[in-house]
Each structure stands twice: as C-alpha cells, then as structure tokens.
C-alpha cells in the first residue's frame, strides 16, 4: 500500500519514524533506516542522505554488515537521484561488500550504476549495465520486483534511442510480473510504457487502448493527480497524431487543469501547453494556440531546456504556416541549438534539420538545402538506424532530389525510405490506424512511382507500388 501514498504524506511518515527512532540513546539505526526511505520516496533527498548516512554509522558500531550494507545502498540512491560525483564510488562498494551474500542488494546497486550511464548519455553501456542486473534478479527468482524495474529500465533505454521495436518486450514483461502480482499502480505505469512503445510503432489504436487502461487504473486507485495528468497528456498528444484534434483538445484541457498555474515555473504544465497549442492550432484554433504559447512561454525556466526547444520547434511550424520562412530558420535554429547543447546525437536534431532543409528549399536555397537534408540524414542514421525518423528524412530527400530533376538520386533515397516504411509496419494493426498508415506510406510509393515514371520505368514503378502495399496489408 505504501507505493499508493502521495510524496508529501510519505514525508510527514518519514518525519514520525524518525521521531520514533530517536526515542532509543542512540537513536535505532533499523527505523533511521526506514525514515530514510520514506523520505527518499518523498522526493527529499537531501534529508535522506543524512538519515542513512547516520543509519550507516549506527549498524557500524553495532557490527550489523547486513544493515551497514542496507544504508549504504540507500546512500548510493540519494547521490544517483542528486547526481552527486561520489554515487558510482558508493554503489560499487555496495555490490563488493553485498557480494554473494546479499545478491538483492548487489543487483540492485549495479542497477544505479546504469541510472548513472543514462545520465551520462551512455545508453549502449547503460543497457548492457542494466542486462547484467536483470540476470542477477532472474537468478534470485524470475518474478523478483527487481526483473520487472530492469525490464522497464532496459525499455526506456531502447526508446531513447528510437528503437520502440526491442522496448516492447522488455515492458510486457514487466507489466505480465505487475498484473500476477496485483500492484496497480505499477501496472498502470506498464501500459503507459507500452503505449509510448506502440505509438512509436505505429499502433496508434493499440497505443490509445493502452493508455485507456492505464488512465482507468490511475482513476480506480486514485493515484496522484500528477500521474493522471501525464496519462491524460500521452492521450492527447496520440489523438493529435491521429488526427483526432477534438479529442487531443479535451485530453489536454483536462491535463492542463489537473495543472493549475503556481507561483512558480512548471516544466509539466509547460511541457502540456505545448501539447495543448499544437492541438488548438490542428484544430483551428489559432487565437486560443497562440495564447497557449504565450501562457508556456511563462513556465519556462533557464534549465527546462527541453520545454524551450518544443517551444522554439512549435513556433517554426507555426511561422512556415504563415509562409514567413525567416522565422522558420530563427526558431528552428534556437531550438537546434539547445537540442546540440543538452542532447548531442539525438534524434529530434534529425528532424529540426530536416525542418531548416524544407524551409531552404522553399526559398530555392539549394545548395544550403542540400548541406541540411544531408546533415538530418546522417544524424537520423547514427542516432536512429533503421527508425521512421530515418525514413522521414530518406522521403523527404527524395523529394527535394525530384524536385531537382536528380531522379536517380531521388529514386534510391525513395525506395529506401519505403523499405523502412514497411519494416517498422510491424505494429500496425487492422482498422483505421493501418488505413492512415497505408495512406502515408501510399504518398512516399507514388512519389516513387513518379520519379521512376519520368525516366520511363512505369513497369517498374508499378511493381514496386504493388509490392509496398501488399507487404503493408500483410502485416494486419
């Protein structure tokens, strides 16, 4: 029941242990222990920190290894979560003195020192980190609560590299072990994972229904109205996607009121405005969007980079609506510029590249164009092989190249873009989310099909439009 208590109730709970802890001269090590985890699960870490360090001392004098080994684990979890220097120093010394005699704590510990990979934006060595746990736990018991927090850790790894396709297993295990078990709350969490994963995939419908059951849940368990916020965001930003304006419009009016404005800056209800504008101006809504905007440009703060990028990102679409391509670039570029500060490599560079390219080749800057769509293109294959974004930059190459009458060189750019197409259609499923797909994938075919027409391949044009559309329908 405890995972169900809300941050500032597991405070106040942390406070009264401690109070009982120092009712003993000196104060019990086991309750400063658990006062420390209460306060860790409060979000203050800062005072966790200094309870397990004294619950460290305190099993020290008594000559408990098990309880010193115990707080030491909690510390090296304050200093993760703090992104102090001493954390990797902490959990390696962890899993020494665990050892094999407390494996639980060992894995655990290993763990935290993929957490800290992450940050460091070493995800290939983060998820062979967090592999090594996960075996450890598996070793343990195949059920143990540490398999299913590895599995989620290793899913979140494969989505922050763009590759949805080998998170999705990793998350249903995780959810299969939160359903035999009847934790709610995380099991919640698991379909918002599988969702995330699905809607990357392509599987809108399947997306939309898992988000579905983790709202409902989030509702029945009445988890904390941050949590409900974010599933009702995830909603909304799907029902964009599919085209649904109405219903993002509803999604995200909810989220954002489950959001109320405070005194101070919020990168959640920032990051759900910008969800809200892109929705409204779908909607064609742009009064209420551009008041939107204003309203998530108030949120910001200097380290929420992120929300500033979307924001930046949002208005160059709004100004290539308008046809007012100066701003495109301005924009573009600012978000381009805190996306290389913050997250070199990613994937959304890929995509603002390709946004400058579009642009410049509406200005008949070819030259500059070229040098974008070249750049997007290389970043989306080093960062996402094989993903969407890849294909997206390889279509929208291949027609600039046409438009160029460079039909060789819009051909292959074309045809490889189908292919990657077709080979991330696995998730799509029957019904109108496969007929969207179908659609899309149908433009970039007639693109190709065109492009081979004007060199007078129409045969062969043909038989390749016949062959992407049969292999889409396939995967149904």
């Not at 980079?305 to 007012?324: C, K, T, V, Y």
Request: aromatic share 4%.
């Amino acid at each position: 029941m405890l995972a169900l208590v809300a941050p500032r109730d597991r405070r106040a709970l942390s406070l009264e242990i401690e109070r009982l802890a120092r009712t003993t001269d000196p104060p019990s090590p086991a309750l400063l222990c658990r006062a420390a985890d209460d306060a860790l699960e409060g979000n203050d870490a800062t005072r966790a920190a200094g309870l397990y360090t004294e619950a460290a001392e305190g099993f020290r004098r008594t000559g408990e290894a098990a309880g010193q080994a115990l707080a030491m684990l909690g510390q090296a979890r304050t200093e993760v979560a703090r992104r102090q220097p001493a954390a990797e120093a902490t959990a390696r010394a962890v899993i020494e003195k665990a050892g094999s005699k407390w494996p639980a704590w060992s894995a655990t510990a290993r763990g935290l020192l993929g957490v800290l990979a992450e940050a460091r934006q070493e995800i290939p060595r983060a998820i062979d980190i967090h592999r090594d746990a996960l075996a450890e736990f598996e070793k343990i018991a195949p059920n143990h609560p540490g398999v299913s927090v590895q599995s989620t850790r290793i899913g979140n790894c494969y989505m922050g590299m763009d590759r949805p396709r080998e998170a999705l297993p990793f998350f249903e295990r995780a959810m299969a072990l939160h359903r035999a078990n009847g934790d709610k709350d995380e099991l919640a969490r698991a379909y918002l994972n599988l969702g995330a994963a699905k809607g990357d995939l392509g599987d809108l419908e399947g997306a939309h229904r898992d988000y579905l059951t983790c709202l409902q849940l989030r509702e029945e368990i009445k988890a904390r109205s941050d949590l409900i916020r974010n599933t009702l965001n995830n909603l909304g930003e799907l029902a964009y996607l599919r085209g649904d304006s109405e219903a993002a419009v509803s999604y995200l009016e909810r989220a954002r009121d489950l959001s109320p404005k405070g005194p101070e800056p919020d990168r959640a209800r920032a990051t759900v405005l910008i969800n809200l504008a892109y929705a409204l101006f779908a909607h064609e809504e742009a009064e209420r969007g551009l008041a939107t905007v204003e309203a998530a440009e108030a949120e910001l703060t200097e380290e929420d980079w992120a929300s500033a990028g979307m924001l930046a990102d949002l208005r160059s679409q709004i100004a290539a609506g308008a046809g007012e391509e100066a701003e495109v670039a301005a924009q573009a570029e600012r978000a381009l510029a805190l996306y290389e500060r913050h997250q070199p490599g990613s994937s959304d560079i890929a995509m603002l590249r390709l946004r400058l390219a579009e642009s410049a080749a509406r200005q008949g800057q070819v030259d500059r164009a070229r040098d974008q769509f070249s750049q997007a293109l290389t970043i989306a294959q080093t960062s996402a092989p094989g993903s969407l974004h890849e294909a997206h930059c390889l279509a929208a190459l291949g027609r600039f190249e046409s438009s160029q009458s460079r039909f060789a060189e819009a051909e292959s750019a074309m045809a490889r873009a189908v292919d990657l197409y077709v080979a991330n259609a696995g998730g799509v499923v029957a019904g109108e989310t496969a007929q969207a797909y179908l659609e899309g994938l149908h433009q970039e075919s007639v693109a190709l099909a065109l492009v081979r027409s004007a060199q007078g391949q129409d045969e062969k044009a043909f038989d390749t439009l016949l062959r992407v559309r049969g292999q889409a329908f396939e995967r149904e």
